[in-house]
């Protein structure tokens, strides 16, 4: 991973009140990292930093890029999806009330947070630090316009791991779905909502005994979210396939 000392860096916007600075320090504090002051910082190609703002919302920055937490275009996918009953990840998935769902990638949490409304709990995995602290700071206390999505964040649960370990130390069976959306191997510069995670993003390709593991955790389904020239599709035999041929995105449902 991409670290720019041996400790991450907590500060400020400029010109910072009490509450900010206090909130940069606790941060520093929680997560083992050091306080700077903003002004003693200079922004440069090496350095990147967490900041706390006048709202008190953390995001990550460096000289030429931010990653900071909002919902994307979830309120227009729930909604297109209540209108005409189509979203491939809804469909692909089929959420219960009742479902437990793990997502092993979480980024974001675009994708959780829609899921999570239709059911009980989202457990999602984040390996990369500076993107599971941005979203674990901030999507309960997101300034969510719509009350679905404030309520689907608070059955997110938001853990910083890698799934290929995670993987190992689940009992069979555990999860009512498990759903893997890793970083395209062949990307989509397109995807504006993903460009702010590429910098720090963690790039793990999915394999075979991944898949095998991803299987024996599930009760009910595993579904995979992939290009469909990525190499994930040539490892398993996927009961269903669908997505955009426009696009070129496809979500896989291994059924159990
Ligand atoms: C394409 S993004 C996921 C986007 C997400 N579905 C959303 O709705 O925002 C893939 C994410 O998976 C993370 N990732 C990649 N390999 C991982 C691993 N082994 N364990 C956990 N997270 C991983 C990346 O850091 C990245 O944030």
Redesign the pocket.
């Known amino acids: 991973m991409v670290k720019n000392s041996s400790k991450w860096i907590f500060t400020t916007s400029h010109k910072p009140n009490k509450n900010q600075i206090e909130k940069a320090l606790q941060l520093a504090n929680k997560y083992g990292g050091v306080y700077l002051e903003r002004n003693k910082l200079q922004m440069n190609k090496e350095n990147f930093y967490f900041v706390i703002d006048k709202k008190l919302s953390l995001s990550f920055q460096w000289e030429d890029g931010k990653l900071f937490f909002h919902p994307?275009v979830s309120k227009i996918r729930l909604n297109n999806y209540l209108k005409n009953g189509i979203d491939y990840l809804i469909n692909a998935v089929s959420p219960q009330k009742s479902d437990i769902i793990l997502?092993?990638?979480?980024?974001?949490?675009?994708?959780?947070l829609l899921l999570s409304h239709f059911c009980k709990e989202v457990v999602g995995?984040?390996?990369?630090f500076p993107?599971y602290a941005v979203v674990v700071e901030n999507i309960t206390n997101y300034d969510y316009k719509e009350n679905w999505m404030k309520e689907a964040s608070k059955k997110i649960e938001v853990i910083n791991?890698?799934?290929?370990n995670f993987l190992n130390e689940q009992k069979e069976e555990s999860y009512d779905v498990v759903y893997c959306?890793?970083?395209f191997e062949n990307p989509q510069y397109k995807s504006s909502?993903?460009n702010p995670?590429r910098k720090f993003?963690?790039?793990?390709k999915i394999t075979k005994v991944d898949l095998e593991k991803m299987v024996k955790i599930a009760k009910k389904k595993v579904v995979i979210k992939a290009r469909s020239n990525d190499s994930v599709w040539d490892l398993y035999n996927f009961d269903k396939k669908n997505g955009s041929k426009k696009s070129g995105v496809f979500f896989g449902v291994i059924e159990k």
Do not use: H, N, V
């Open positions: 994307s997502d092993l990638t979480l980024g974001l949490g675009s994708d959780a995995l984040e390996a990369s993107i791991s890698d799934f290929k959306d890793p970083m909502s993903i995670l993003a963690r790039y793990d």
